[in-house]
């Protein structure tokens, strides 16, 4: 089998190097494609030690591309077919709905080549905010013959989008259910046991999105009625940066920040020691790092119809409003005194998030299509 990944954001990201390395070790010839803006210092990023895998990092967007979609797309498809004879493929992976999936859907139309596209966080959260842009994308949809999406609340949000009145239908009988998977190190150390403290966890950047301020404002508000709470931070960047620290700096005794940790070891032993991970994003696709938490026996609290809401039946956490620091202390507060009730993960459940499992499932789907 050989795939083309249109993958925007190769070099920004482990989930795409993670499934395309597993995909790697299979009978899969790949050509990973991913433009950048030429100012990117990440040209390098992501690239694996392959048997059957190509990179073709390209730095030709600009920050005005932004704005141009059709023009963006356009000076990628160009690029594309500059650098790779596209009638060798038998596949096409979009690695996203909107830029790569717009391209896929161009070189289809050119060549016949198949394709399959998965809608991310930005697709919903940015791009289908311009209608301008939604007649193309009603094209890339109905011309894609898999549509994948990482969690069954995107997937709903997604299809009651007022852009995709009438291809509803269409959608739904396309969709795939595939949520990403964990780094290895989390399924080889693995501890499932529950903590009895009132420690609560966040691993992340400090931007808007992530929301840090009102997880700080809500456990401070907590306080009061559980005096020994104390929120553990891992991480930083972001606009939110500044205002953290200075948060940490005149509240020592509970809110303690340990900065950017990548030794997993030591993030392990962070984890061990929290009942709770805490991270209510405004917009998460999926959020590996609440199945990360899980793994080490942490209950959650993730946001209302983002990550990995719908993803479980268990009673794993508390889903709130991103935007009240009231539901968000609410939360805590049942996470922190009721913690016994929320089910932990089976080593059976967990292992359905490694990678080479779910690159088994990729297989199967390339394959069917």
Excluded at 215 to 227: D, G, K, N
Excluded at 228 to 242: I, M, P, Y
């Amino acid at each position: 089998m050989r795939i083309l990944h249109i993958c925007g954001y190769y070099t920004g990201s482990k989930v795409h190097k993670e499934l395309f390395e597993r995909l790697d070790k299979r009978d899969v010839e790949q050509t990973i494609y991913s433009a950048l803006q030429t100012s990117n210092p990440t040209v390098g990023a992501n690239i694996f030690e392959a048997k059957n895998t190509s990179f073709i990092c390209s730095p030709i967007l600009h920050l005005w591309h932004r704005a141009l979609f059709l023009t963006k797309t356009r000076r990628i498809l160009k690029d594309v077919e500059r650098r790779c004879d596209v009638r060798n493929f038998d596949l096409i992976d979009a690695t996203t709905s909107y830029t790569d999936g717009a391209v896929a859907y161009r070189l289809h139309k050119k060549y016949g080549t198949p394709y399959v596209i998965t809608v991310r966080n930005t697709d919903l959260n940015d791009f289908m905010k311009f209608p301008q842009w939604w007649p193309i994308h009603r094209k890339t949809l109905k011309a894609a013959s898999k549509i994948i999406f990482i969690t069954p609340a995107m997937k709903e949000k997604f299809i009651a989008h007022s852009s995709l009145r009438g291809l509803e239908q269409e959608i739904e009988a396309k969709s795939v259910i595939q949520p990403n998977g964990i780094n290895a190190y989390w399924l080889n150390h693995l501890d499932v046991t529950r903590r009895d403290n009132h420690s609560i966890f966040y691993v992340g950047k400090f931007d808007n999105n992530k929301n840090v301020l009102r997880l700080i404002e809500a456990v401070q508000s907590l306080r009061t009625e559980i005096p020994d709470a104390q929120l553990n931070l891992v991480g930083g960047d972001g606009a939110q940066h500044e205002d953290v620290l200075a948060k940490v700096a005149g509240n020592p005794e509970w809110l303690n920040y340990h900065g950017k940790i990548f030794d997993k070891d030591q993030l392990q032993s962070l984890y061990q020691q929290n009942a709770v991970f805490a991270m209510p994003s405004h917009h998460e696709t999926f959020g590996l790092v609440y199945v990360e938490a899980m793994s080490q026996g942490l209950s959650t609290l993730c946001t209302k119809g983002e990550g990995i809401d719908g993803v479980f039946k268990k009673k794993i956490g508390e889903f709130v409003d991103s935007h009240s620091v009231e539901s968000i202390r609410e939360a805590l507060r049942k996470l922190l005194n009721n913690n016994e009730e929320y089910e932990l993960l089976s080593v059976e459940e967990l292992m359905a998030f490694d990678w080479d499992v779910i690159a088994e499932r990729y297989m199967s789907l390339f394959e069917n299509v």
